[in-house]
């Protein structure tokens, strides 16, 4: 079974701050996915990325791509309490499953 | 457009009961993922069911098992329950598949076992 391991565990910090998130596998994989989950709520898709290098933009969050496609960041410019929330990575492991992330949770304090 | 609707929200067991839950997909989308999640092992995968078909399975006791119907709703099924089964167990549901389409996921369903 392939990981997805994320760093850090936890992070907190204040309205304002620049915050990155990873995620790291020894696998290659041919897309990765970042979702947010919220308490009480189930994963709500944010970003794809499919080429190695690729960088995507959503706002002030800033998705990258590893050149070898078996890592990826996520960065919070800016960071708003809204951000709080548990950050998944995922990957597709065969042709019908997804594997998260081991997740990064993010509070975010005014 | 309707999305993933898991039910019940929440649910109460006893150890050794079974329990049924069931997810309607958004509709048009004909692959169903079920996964649990909790804090110490984050989501883990149970099954995907594509046309009625369960494709994939994760590791899990066969005490965890699931089915889809031609309308694509699906359910799972836990038997004899135990307490380490108590978590948050997440429906997904997508137009073919996991791979590189991304998931849209229900609330999902609170299940304590006591």
Redesign the interface.
């Known amino acids: 079974t392939q990981l997805l391991e994320q760093s850090p565990q936890f992070l907190s910090i204040q309205e304002g701050e620049n915050l990155t998130v990873y995620c790291n596998s020894s696998s290659v994989f041919s897309s990765l996915q970042w979702y947010r989950q919220e308490p009480g709520e189930g994963p709500v898709l944010l970003v794809t990325v499919v080429t190695g290098g690729e960088v995507k933009k959503l706002k002030r969050l800033t998705f990258q791509f590893g050149d070898a496609r078996k890592d990826s960041s996520l960065h919070i410019t800016a960071a708003q309490p809204g951000d709080t929330g548990l950050y998944l990575c995922a990957a597709p492991e065969d042709t019908d499953k997804l594997i998260f992330g081991t997740g990064t949770r993010l509070q975010v304090f005014p | 457009k309707a999305g ?1 609707t898991q039910t019940p929200r929440y649910l109460i067991k006893t150890r050794g009961q079974q329990v049924t839950l069931s997810c309607s997909p958004i509709s048009g989308h004909r ?1 169903v ?1 079920w ?1 649990q999640q909790t804090p110490g092992q ?2 883990q ?1 149970l099954f ?1 069911y ?1 046309s009625e078909t369960q ?2 399975k ?2 899990f006791p066969g005490r965890f098992s699931g089915r889809q119907f031609s309308n694509s709703r699906s359910e799972m099924n836990v038997s004899t329950l135990e307490l380490g089964d108590s978590a948050l167990y ?1 429906c ?1 549901s997508s137009h073919r ?12 369903t609170r299940l304590t076992v006591v």
């Not at chain 2, 598949?97 to 999902?108: A, I, P, R, V």
């Open positions: 993933v692959s993922s996964y984050g989501l995968f995907e594509f494709r994939n994760g590791n997440l997904a598949g996991g791979l590189g389409y991304g998931y849209t996921f229900g609330s999902g």
